[in-house]
C-alpha cells in the first residue's frame, strides 16, 4: 500500500509556525523554569499516515541536541538534582564540548509494525539520514536504543511513552574531507526517514539573522563560565 504524499506532508505542518533555531554557540543566562520552551524550540514531530487503511506507519518526534539546548538541560539537571557550581561547571563543560564533533539527536518513534521501527537492526524498515537545504545527506555514525527509557528521558523528553521506542543518534559534523555536514549557509537543516513505505522529513529552520556562520559551525567557543 502507497501512502498518500499529501498525508506524509501533513505531518510536517505540525511544524509549522515554530520559531526558527540560532545555531550559535555561547553563553547563555537560562533558568530551570525555562528548559520546556527551550525543549520545544528544538523538538519536532512527523506522522506518515496511509489514508485508505488509517494506518500510522511511523510517528516520529526528535530534538535537536544543539549548543542552546544543552545549555538549558543542564541548568535544569543541575537544579532538579542539587549540583554544586563546579559539579554544574563541569557537566556543562563536557556536554558543550560534544556538540564540536557530533550532531546527536534524542527520537521517540512509533509505528504500525515495532520490529520494523528498531532504527538499531539491519532488517529495519526504515533508514534515517541528516540533511540539509543544500543538498548534503549524512548518515548516523551511531544508533543507540534505549531499551527502558527511565525517569531521565520520561522527565526531561516528555514525549518518550511506553509505546514508542527510543534512541540517541549521532551523525559527524564533518566528513572525511572536513566538509561540515550542514553547510554553513544552509537555511534548514533535518532528518529523513526513508524506506519502502513511504518517507518523512524533520525540519530545522535556521535563523538567517543569528550568528550562525563561523561559530555556528564547529569553530571554538569560550568555554562555559559562571
Known amino acids: 500500500m502507497v501512502p498518500v ?12 509556525g515554530t520559531p526558527k533555531v540560532s545555531m550559535g554557540t555561547g553563553t547563555r ?18 506522522s506518515l499516515i496511509v489514508v485508505s487503511e488509517l494506518d500510522d506507519l511511523l510517528t516520529v518526534t526528535a530534538t535537536y541536541q544543539s549548543w542552546d539546548f544543552r545549555w538549558a538541560y543542564v541548568i535544569r539537571y543541575a537544579q532538579d538534582f542539587r ?15 560534544e556538540t564540536r564533533d557530533t550532531h546527536s539527536f534524542y527520537i521517540a518513534l512509533y509505528g504500525s509494525n515495532r520490529r520494523w521501527t528498531d532504527l538499531t537492526k539491519p532488517n529495519s524498515a526504515w533508514i534515517v539520514r541528516l540533511i540539509d537545504d543544500q543538498g548534503n545527506e549524512t548518515a548516523p555514525m551511531n544508533i543507540e536504543a534505549i ?8 522527565t526531561y523528553f516528555p514525549y518518550t511513552t ?28 533535518g532528518l529523513r526517514f526513508a524506506g519502502a513505505e513511504g518517507n518523512e522529513e524533520l525540519h530545522w529552520d535556521i535563523d ?7 561559530a555556528a559551525f564547529g569553530d571554538k567557543a569560550p568555554a562555559p563560565f559562571f
Open 162 to 189: 511506553v509505546w514508542r521506542q527510543a534512541f540517541r543518534i549521532k551523525f559527524p559534523r564533518y566528513y572525511g574531507d572536513g566538509r561540515p555536514a550542514i553547510a554553513p549557509d544552509a537555511k534548514w537543516f
Open 83 to 97: 549540583l554544586t557550581i563546579e559539579q554544574r561547571r563541569s557537566l556543562l563543560e563536557t556536554t558543550l564540548n
Open 29 to 46: 543566562e537560562y533558568v530551570a523554569s525555562d528548559y520546556p520552551q527551550v525543549l520545544k524550540r528544538w523538538t519536532r514531530n512527523a
Open 5 to 16: 504524499a499529501g498525508v506524509a506532508a501533513a505531518g510536517l505542518l505540525v511544524g509549522c
Open 147 to 154: 531499551p527502558k527509557p527511565g525517569a531521565l528521558e520520561r
Open 208 to 214: 538567517p539573522n543569528a550568528n550562525a556562520s563561523q
